[in-house]
């Protein structure tokens, strides 16, 4: 089936320094990618929408400066937390799709501890 | 104004029984439901979708049923087995009539079954 392979699993960064997680679809062409955050026990939020080739689409209250995301491919896509806040603490995950309706593939997700 | 509602945060079955996990949205434009299953510090996995064409979609030991009129789909395991305790999400997409939205989900708060051996 298809894999979304997501890079780190973990990282550990002090405040005010930027961290960037990527997202890779390893065996098909990713046309969109999404961007989620997930507090515990709760749902995911979606925080944006990725296309490849054009600027991402946020969703309201995130700040696109302080979470950039980068799409440069058809297979990768980057979320990078600039200047991170202890707040930002939180599982991050990504996922993709092929087309519009396909099922998302999910990474496994990236756990972001600001110290 | 949340979207897609799964109103029980958990539910315990025992193993080989029935477990029912309900879900219920709010938006006609939705015509495309998913459901994902998810374990502790991994992403979610695909299970079973549906399409508002249909009312049932059956596969394996899961199946999902629609009702468009009361906006309502529960996912149906049986016989439940212990590998399947894990957090499952209800999701729903629009297709291009939603243009904000086309090709996205909107995933409800998830409700974590446990299977008791």
């Known amino acids: 089936g298809a894999v979304v392979s997501q890079h780190p699993s973990w990282v550990i960064c002090k405040s005010g320094t930027s961290v960037k997680i990527e997202c890779r679809s390893l065996?098909?062409?990713?046309?969109?990618m999404f961007w989620y955050r997930q507090f515990p026990k709760q749902s995911l939020m979606l925080m944006a929408t990725s296309n490849e080739g054009s600027k991402a689409t946020y969703e309201q209250g995130v700040e696109k400066d302080k979470f950039l995301i980068n799409h440069a491919s058809l297979t990768l896509s980057t979320l990078t937390v600039t200047s991170a806040h202890p707040e930002d603490s939180s599982f991050y995950i990504c996922?993709?799709?092929?087309?519009?309706?396909?099922?998302?593939?999910f990474g496994n997700g990236t756990r972001l501890t600001v110290t | 104004d949340q979207q897609v509602k799964q109103n029980s945060p958990s539910l315990s079955v025992q193993e080989g029984r029935i477990s029912i996990l309900n879900c219920d949205y709010t938006n006609s434009m939705f015509d495309y439901f998913l459901w994902y299953k998810k374990y502790p510090a991994e992403g979610p996995t695909f299970l079973i979708s549906i399409s508002s064409i249909k009312d049932k979609n059956e596969d394996g030991r899961f199946t999902v049923f629609l009702n468009k009129s009361a906006k309502h789909l529960s996912l149906h395991i049986v016989p439940s087995q212990p590998g399947d305790s894990a957090v499952y999400f209800c999701?729903?997409?629009?297709?291009?009539?939603?243009?904000?939205?086309?090709?996205?989900?909107?995933f409800g708060d998830g409700t974590t079954l446990t299977v008791k051996p």
């Open positions: 999701a729903a997409s629009g297709g291009l009539g939603m243009s904000h939205n086309a090709g996205k989900s909107t």
């Open positions: 996922s993709a799709r092929g087309t519009d309706n396909s099922p998302l593939h």
């Open positions: 065996d098909f062409q990713a046309t969109t």
